[in-house]
């Protein structure tokens, strides 16, 4: 009994070690190509812990980024999440994400903080659209242009990470406008 102990034990911690491997995030890349104002190759892993690696992976010939940096953000994000389901429902190659962008850390920090967000998101669509981009946030935000953290900023990107427009704030009737006008010009 004696010796069966540490083996028990000793087999208890590697499994949990390797679960905790298998669903810490890895850290984000970020490739920055061209100093002219652009989406960047990014790569994250959404809530079902699949990665995805932006622009190559975007399903829509163009997509409505949602990029928040601070927890408070999804409310703003909320917002325009049911206008964004519209537009995919009525425009063919649309599609939406939401993209929380996040400074470098540690690993189990990455874990505490995606695992926090899919146990607080029971939408399937929602986890799958949700990536976390863990990453040098001065480096994202300067090639994407985008000047503080303060806002939830609002991008629509084609294939080959053209930014098309760009607002940032709760959704309005006035922006939804702007980007409807911005969609169907990159559509011609």
Same mark, same amino acid.
């Given at each position: 009994?004696? +010796?069966?102990? %540490? ?7 590697? !499994? &949990? ?5 298998? +669903?810490?995030?890895k850290?984000?890349?970020l ?5 002219? +104002? ?23 010939d163009l ?6 940096? #601070?927890?408070?953000? #999804?409310?703003? &994000?909320?917002?325009? &999440? ?7 429902a009525?425009?063919? !190659? &649309?599609?939406?994400?939401?993209? %929380? ?19 607080g998101?029971?939408? #399937? ?37 053209i930014?098309r ?8 009737p ?8 911005? +969609? ?5």
């Amino acid at each position: 009994m004696r +010796i069966r102990t %540490p083996l028990l034990i000793g087999a208890a911690l590697a !499994g &949990v070690a390797a679960l905790g491997y298998a +669903i810490v995030p890895k850290a984000s890349r970020l490739s920055i190509n061209s100093p002219d +104002i652009h989406f960047p190759t990014v790569s994250g892993q959404n809530l079902d812990r699949q990665e995805f690696e932006f622009p190559r992976d975007f399903a829509g010939d163009l997509n409505i980024l949602f990029v928040p940096f #601070q927890q408070r953000h #999804q409310l703003v &994000v909320n917002t325009w &999440v049911p206008f964004a389901q519209d537009v995919e429902a009525a425009y063919p !190659g &649309v599609v939406y994400y939401e993209l %929380p962008t996040i400074d470098e850390m540690p690993g189990l920090s990455r874990m505490f903080i995606n695992e926090g967000m899919r146990a607080g998101i029971p939408d #399937q669509t929602s986890r799958e659209r949700t990536i976390t981009l863990y990453l040098n946030t001065a480096e994202f935000m300067r090639a994407t242009d985008i000047p503080d953290k303060q806002n939830v900023h609002i991008l629509l990107v084609d294939r080959d990470g053209i930014i098309r427009w760009r607002g940032t704030g709760d959704y309005s009737p006035q922006s939804g406008e702007a980007m409807l006008a911005a +969609i169907d010009a990159a559509s011609r």
